[in-house]
């Protein structure tokens, strides 16, 4: 009789340490503060075009670019009308799709997953023709632009074969011939050449690249670890790790088998599957207080973001009062006068369009929440 009360007591006292042990995690956990959030200004939906669109740039303080995957680019009002046809279709520019876009003041371009980037002038010639310069580039994994400067991620093939010494990050200018002028690599991946790392996670963008308002720029390979900061001059001045970042995408990239690679650009239920257990960062944002990292998770089938803005004395992390509905939704974006515009689109798989509702993609106008 006395031993079992001592074994009862003995349980009595070991469920009520878990008991507090479980209470006090639950108090820390409610005690760390809530990232603010950004605030909603507005939600337009797109109209729908035949394909997914891909990405957003401002032109105006009320009208944004839009591209579509295979559509072609429109000037959008804030009403979500169309204004204005900037580029026609894929096929017409000779291009297999339109997955980047990138501006700068005067110009506006377009970038292919494969081959090439295409530009224009904004201010269409007399008799409202135009010209779409076209400027080679192996693969194209995301670019943008600050005047006639071109900024790239991707791999580039020269001597006969992919990125010979592992580049994957290039600076250089736009041409009206075919080749880009001045191109030098500024960033390589650390298995080093045919750039495995990049290679082995190229079906699924991670990461990216973005000039800053001084000619800056960042670049964000997501498929291996750092996010750097260069100057102007293309000098790299800082770095940030992944995990201060919180996104893991180049833990899987380094362990990715030719097979697995393969496997991700056939098999959509294997892609949909590998998407769901990653944190990636989705796009860059060139806000005033330093660069903004959309990051995305989707692990309880939902997709969910946050900003994470790099600082000085640190990373402030905001969170975005939006959910995706669908795996592949993700989320691209631009900053013009302290004003956010996102597009929320399906543009994690813009080639496959299995319902209608595919097709569905709003802007977003949002700005950082006041102190």
């Known amino acids: 009789m006395g031993r079992r009360l001592i074994w009862s007591l003995r349980w009595r006292e070991t469920g009520l340490l878990f008991l507090l042990v479980a209470l006090l995690g639950s108090l820390a956990a409610s005690a760390q503060p809530r990232p603010r959030e950004l605030r909603l200004l507005q939600r337009i939906p797109l109209p729908q075009v035949g394909s997914i669109a891909t990405d957003v740039r401002w032109a105006d303080d009320h009208s944004v670019y839009v591209s579509w995957v295979h559509h072609g680019i429109a000037q959008v009002g804030l009403d979500g009308n169309v204004l204005r046809t900037l580029a026609p279709g894929a096929r017409e520019m000779g291009l297999n799709n339109f997955i980047h876009l990138a501006s700068s003041p005067g110009k506006l371009a377009v970038g292919a997953a494969v081959r090439s980037i295409a530009w224009r002038n904004v201010q269409a010639k007399a ?52 080749e880009l002028k001045g191109l030098r690599p500024v960033l390589h991946d650390v298995k080093g050449p045919g750039a495995p790392h990049l290679r082995g996670c190229r ?160 802007l977003l106008v949002m700005e950082l929440p006041n102190r």
């Open 127 to 178: 008799g409202g023709s135009f010209i779409f310069h076209q400027n080679d580039f192996s693969e194209v994994y995301d670019f943008d632009l600050f005047g006639d400067r071109v900024l790239l991620m991707g791999l580039a093939r020269y001597d006969g074969s992919y990125a010979p010494k592992g580049e994957i990050a290039w600076i250089g200018r736009l041409s009206e011939e075919k």
């Open 203 to 362: 079906t699924y963008r991670l990461g990216g690249v973005r000039f800053l308002a001084d000619g800056s720029f960042v670049a964000a390979p997501g498929f291996q670890d750092g996010v750097h900061l260069f100057n102007a001059a293309g000098r790299r001045v800082r770095s940030w790790s992944n995990e201060q970042i919180g996104v893991d995408t180049h833990v899987r990239c380094a362990e990715m088998t030719k097979a697995d690679e393969e496997k991700l650009g056939t098999d959509d239920a294997y892609l949909e599957k590998w998407v769901k257990n990653l944190r990636v960062i989705d796009d860059i944002l060139p806000l005033p207080q330093g660069p903004g990292l959309l990051v995305r998770t989707g692990k309880d089938g939902r997709v969910h973001w946050s900003l994470k803005v790099l600082q000085p004395e640190g990373i402030e992390t905001y969170a975005v009062p939006v959910v995706g509905s669908r795996t592949h939704d993700r989320l691209h974006g631009d900053v013009r006068k302290g004003k956010i515009v996102l597009l929320l689109s399906k543009s994690g798989n813009p080639y496959r369009v299995e319902t209608p509702g595919d097709l569905n993609a709003d």
